[in-house]
């Protein structure tokens, strides 16, 4: 039998990458449920692997490995799987089926999109599996019916996303930043924390300003003043239903980062450091505070979804 993600000739693989938002801006809720979003999305070097082959019509099983694996559902409600169906429904009913193997290293309702990025990875993977003639701005609109994220993890770098957050414009972003991720030992339901932010801010705007202060650093490539502008709307409410996200941010900030951000909904916190050098230091601090379940050393703008050659 085959070992799951080993390199077989039978197995399409696919890499997808976590997202942190550099801006997050969010407005008054619309009748759909949704906010509307004005939004810097950065993909960062923290990885999952997506991995599909033929299975009969129909059919899509799917096992979870890696970090929190026993966090993630395996049946219907797998956002891989149903980007998967999705995709069969719309080119080829009762043609086709895939296993699916995910290899998880990007937190589980974290606020790095990783369900997204799942979903993101099983559109492309199944893409090729079964030879779809199939364009980037077709996946993309699949996507946006699986989850307003999904857009931007197969697209990935440094983009722009307003509407729902899956109205994409590539963002010019010079040079490459250096984050350490806080990683929480519990979850955040991201309906939860917006649904917060609806009871903390009976006012927020309908209409959203460009987060131009974002954009104007990263064209610059000067990681201070990048750090000087990070926001995230969503930050107060995801600190009011985990209290201790303020201890770790201002912990990071009094380390040397150059800027500090819940990581979308949370309860991930990114943090940005000056080089290389300084990002192993504030890891190591963190690390030893003993403050996180887990803490990464990453980059971005990196790639959204791409295929694994082998
Ligand atoms: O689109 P996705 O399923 O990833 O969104 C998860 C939840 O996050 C939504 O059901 C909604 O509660 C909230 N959300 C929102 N506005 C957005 C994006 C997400 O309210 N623009």
Not at 15 to 41: D, E, W
């Amino acid at each position: 039998m085959a070992t799951p993600l080993a390199p077989e000739a039978d197995w399409v693989r696919v890499r997808v990458s976590g997202k942190i938002n550099l801006a997050l801006r969010v407005g008054a809720v619309r009748p759909s449920g949704y906010h509307p979003l004005s939004t810097v999305f950065q993909s960062v070097s923290l990885f999952d692997e997506v991995a599909v082959r033929w299975a009969e019509p129909g059919r899509f099983p799917v096992t979870v490995v890696g970090d929190q694996a026993g966090l993630v559902p395996t049946d219907g409600s797998n956002l891989a799987v149903k980007a998967a169906k999705l995709l069969a429904d719309e080119y080829g009913p009762h043609r086709f089926g895939a296993e699916l193997v995910i290899r998880k290293t990007i937190p589980v309702a974290g606020g790095m999109a990783g369900g997204s990025a799942d979903a993101a990875g099983a559109l492309l993977a199944c893409s090729v599996l079964w030879d779809l003639d199939v364009s980037p701005d077709e996946l993309r609109e699949l996507g946006a019916r699986l989850g307003a994220d999904v857009p931007f993890q197969l697209m990935g770098g440094t983009a722009l996303g307003t509407g729902r957050g899956d109205e994409l414009v590539p963002v010019l972003s010079r040079g490459s930043y250096h984050w350490v991720l806080a990683l929480s030992a519990d979850e955040l339901s991201t309906p939860a924390v917006f649904g917060r932010f609806d009871e903390l801010n009976p006012d927020a705007p309908d209409e959203l300003a460009m987060p131009n202060e974002v954009m104007n650093a990263l064209v610059s490539g000067d990681a201070g003043a990048l750090g000087a502008v990070l926001v995230n709307d969503l930050a107060p409410a995801a600190q009011s239903l985990r209290p201790e996200l303020v201890r770790v941010l201002e912990f990071g900030r009094e380390a040397g980062a150059l800027g500090a951000i819940v990581s979308g909904a949370g309860p991930t916190c990114a943090f940005l450091a000056p080089n290389e050098a300084a990002a192993v230091d504030l890891s190591v601090r963190l690390s030893s505070e003993g403050m996180c379940r887990a803490v990464r050393r990453v980059t971005g703008p990196v790639p959204g979804a791409r295929l694994i050659t082998t």
